[in-house]
């Protein structure tokens, strides 16, 4: 993949915003959906958001600045390989490895008379330096295509109820993803062959679950949490309530006396869990009291709680 700098239109120093304000724009532009006729919007489109992978992420983009990984996000060639053991000999003939042979040094002689030449056509040819110990070596397999980044987000009660999640790939094709159970935000799920082409086949999409924030359910492992406001006669007197799930809405029994901070369980209405089994919806009861109490002043006058309901406070 080119430079993700120079594939995204930014300056090496750009901002994390400015980064994302250009992959926004650049892949609504080229998104495959807005260009079905133009294959190579789809091939731009995946190196976009590979680029975009790479920079967001402040450690790979580190990483890469430092010359640790190529754009691909795999490791760097480290120094000196690549070209050889030794480079080339004194007369431009490529040795061992690429490097120098025991020619090269023909009639270079050591401080003691020792023939360098003889030393090296020893090391050469019986094995000690590349020669005959390279020459039997299998040629590598060949590589496959590269890995293609997608991020998912996905709805907080689809995570929650394991709900088939469909994703538009680069080349246009679109899946029904099914969520792994003990789905978590930042999960990462390998799609095999669904990557880029390569001589030894297609790579990988790998594809990170985003979950998104609910308005009023909030995660607790695999619990779910919701804030539940009561009237005060029904926390008085006792009532059966609507409660939503995410699953819907079911009916629930608030016990007469039931106070603020109470909190009733909805057993298997959460997460679904990695061994089996969901987590419980925790309802944590809150009294809402009318704005103009003036009324419900006039019932109480007169009546006092002798209770010193602060007294584990120490006041």
Partial sequence: MADPYSTLGVARNASEKDIKSAYRKLAKELHPDRNKDNPRA????SEVTRAYDLLSDKDKRAQFDRGEI????????????GGGGFGRGPQGRPGAQGGFSAQDFEGFAGADGVDLGDLFEGLFNRGGMG????????PPPPRTGANVQY???VPFTDAATLQPQRIT???????DLKLPAGVEDGTQMRLKGKGEPGPGGHGDALVTISI????????????????????????????KVKVPTVEGPVMLTVAPGSGSGKVLRLKGRGF???GGGRGDQLVTIEIDLP?????????????RDPRNVRAKLGV
Avoid at 131 to 138: L, V
Avoid at 212 to 239: K, S
Avoid at 291 to 303: I, M, Q, T, Y
């Fill in 291 to 303: 704005e103009d109490v003036s009324e419900l002043a006039g019932k109480l006058e007169g009546w």
């Fill in 42 to 45: 789809s091939e731009r489109f």
């Fill in 131 to 138: 020669g005959a110990r390279t020459a039997g070596r299998r």
């Fill in 151 to 153: 991020r998912l987000r």
């Fill in 169 to 175: 790939l680069a080349d246009g094709k679109t899946i």
């Fill in 272 to 274: 679904s869990k990695k």
């Fill in 212 to 239: 998104e924030p609910h308005p009023f359910f909030r995660r607790d492992g695999d619990d779910v949490r919701v804030d539940l406001p009561i009237t005060l006669d029904e926390a008085v007197g006792g009532a």
């Fill in 70 to 81: 190529d754009a691909d996000g795999n490791p760097a060639m480290p120094f000196g390989m």
